[in-house]
């Protein structure tokens, strides 16, 4: 299946703030874009990653996450389908006794 033709300019300037977005790489960069989209992305940005990276390696690689938000967590819970016990922000939150 081809990916969809997509760039950084495509996504919200706010995700990219601290970075310089024009030596992003969709590619090498995917861990990053994702994580962004899902903690501070608009729905258009969300798109773009599903039709980019596809719904199955999106949810591999939110997995790896090390931080989300409650509201976050539980999204990616429900609509990737992924155990709480298989993402890192779960196990991590666990595991730290204050938060």
Known sequence: MQKASYSI?????????????????LHINKQLIVERVIQRGSLSDFKIILSYYGKQEAGELLKQVPWLNDKDMNFVHVFFDIPFTEMKCYAKKQSTRYC
Do not use: Q
């Open 9 to 25: 300019s495509d996504f919200s300037p706010h995700l990219f703030w601290d970075v310089d977005s024009n030596k992003l790489d």
